[in-house]
């Protein structure tokens, strides 16, 4: 898995985390980004996901 900061098509915005699975070995991924907040503050997120999906070796779970 390789993590790079995407700044040529964000959704919005500037720019937003490329994440490229090169190799499946088991089912887990995650995402992080780090948010100033202070004690009481209020934070609304949300999360969009844009999908380029290739051809799975059939081997990895949860096909193996």
Do not use: N, W
């Amino acid at each position: 898995v390789q993590y790079t900061l995407e700044t040529t098509r964000p959704h919005t915005g500037k720019q937003c985390q490329k994440i490229e699975v090169k190799e499946v070995r088991e089912g887990h991924l995650q995402m992080g980004q780090r948010i100033p907040v202070k004690k009481g503050d209020t934070v609304k997120a949300s999360l969009y996901l844009r999908l380029v999906l290739a051809e799975m070796p059939r081997k990895a779970p949860p096909f193996g």
